[in-house]
């Protein structure tokens, strides 16, 4: 541990409590990579798993395992009661009004894409206009990008500024009579920039227009409460916040879920079925075509429980300040310069070194056992308009703590020794 | 056993990373090819001239880490006054020996381009090293076909 005297923000942050023993609860934290501990800073990449996820879903296939919403015997009925139970624990933790407004995706994409196959195509016409802004996923995208080409549409770009905020000035004036959708990310995956969520919901309600929150960076940091952001939609992904793979969740305010023509066909998403034609389920089985990934769902509601006994405000505050730790401490690397100019960070940090490439650093970081990711991070606009092609990223989880800050800072030291 | 960073960043790979050999356009190239990876975001493009079935000429200009840099720094000096056919056979060798594991190298160590042979430790670096040859490859097939 490192401290220097008279700069009190190089003091590292007390772990809370709830925290001290968390390390222990993620079995993988124990691994070495190449002879060193595991410093896992790859977290916006996706999060470790704590045993009780793991537990939950060896316990639903050596107890629980059956089909669901199908068979009368006892084992269905136990694992359908286990999978809309991961329904509801969903719905609270993002404070949705009913459990029927979750609906269970593979991930965060397969949210977005079901919203725009479900709900824009079918209410724009060729002109009309989405918006998004620069500092979107490919996720965030593509999907658009997809739609407008079958429809005609036009999609809108809100410019961010040279700090790596968004233009919150251009962004009003992007909305105009035209714009059908408005589609945004809370929190960046690739600098860490919080947006101005509420403002940008208020604006693009007070023109009717609807909106989706790209959650995926944002609900395993902060509280995130989907009433009182008044978004239509949101979305997330499960292995991003403790849970499994394969599983996500889209919330969409029942009142539009009920208008909306189903995404994929298939068993469990119909009333009726015949020839002559066929009636669809109410939300959310509407939207959940086929057998779903039922340990998946299952394991993340093992996930938010997992959250929830930490709690997120603790989270959020310990994160943040372990953040505001390791900017400080990268100031004693020369030659690197942390992307993105503000002081409010959620989860990311990203940076560039004069010397290195960031595909170099982050061999080195790896074969000293930190891991993080180098590249695009799935923004390629947004890291042009930063003039870059590929950034380091570091990013936190509630588990870090400043032993892992101070092996990321030694490492880094090995790449000025490297590269010189 | 351990991945040591100091087997992969070498001397002669720094070398050719920080002062990169023929990194230019070739003004009415014979043909060119520009590739990405699209997991780190490096860019390279192979230029080359061919006169009389020799390649009198090879560069190359790139947006890329250490690795990528210096492998095409040396491949550009390796093609450069090699005939068409030979080079050919040599990107199709080294291609191959960087996919496998076998120890057999095409380079010994009186070369450069031996540097390279580390890399094969580093899986998730290989594309690093095997991008401009790609290129290249690209960039000799599409004279071909002129
Ligand atoms: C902000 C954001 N949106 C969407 C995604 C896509 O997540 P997934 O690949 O799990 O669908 C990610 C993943 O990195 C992300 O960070």
Redesign the pocket.
Known sequence: MKMIEGNEKLQPPTIPEVLRKAREDFPILKREVHGKPLVYLDN???TQKPQSVIDTITRYYGHENANIHRGVHLLSTEATAAYENARAKIARYINAADSSEIVFT???????NLVAHSFVEPIVEAGDEIVITHM?????IVPWQLLCERTGAILKVVPILDNGLLDTEAFHKTLGPKTKFLSF??????IGTINPVKTLLDAAKERGIPTLV?G??AVQHKTVDAQSLDCDFL?M?G??MFGP?GI?ALYGKRSRLDGMRPYQGGGDMIAHVSFEGTTYKEPPSRFEAGTPHIEGAIGLGAAVDYIESVGRDVIESYETELIAYAIERLKEIPNLRVVGDFEERAGAISFVMENAHPHDIGTILDTEGVAIRSGH??CEPLMRRLGTVATARASFSLYNNHDDVDAFIEALKKVNTLFG | MPQDPKDLYKRILMRHSKEPRNRRTIEGSSSEAFLANALCGDEVTMYLKIDNDQLSDVSFNAQCCSICMASASMLTEKAKGSSQESTEKLVRQFLKEMREEEDDFLFDESEDLYALKSVKAFPSRLRCATLPWEALKEALSAVDQK
């Open positions: 916006a990449a996706s593979r991930q965060a994409t397969e949210a977005i979107e996923h490919h996720a965030n990310v809370y929190v960046s995956n690739s790209d995926a960076q979305v992904s292995h991003k793979t996500g991070h799935c």
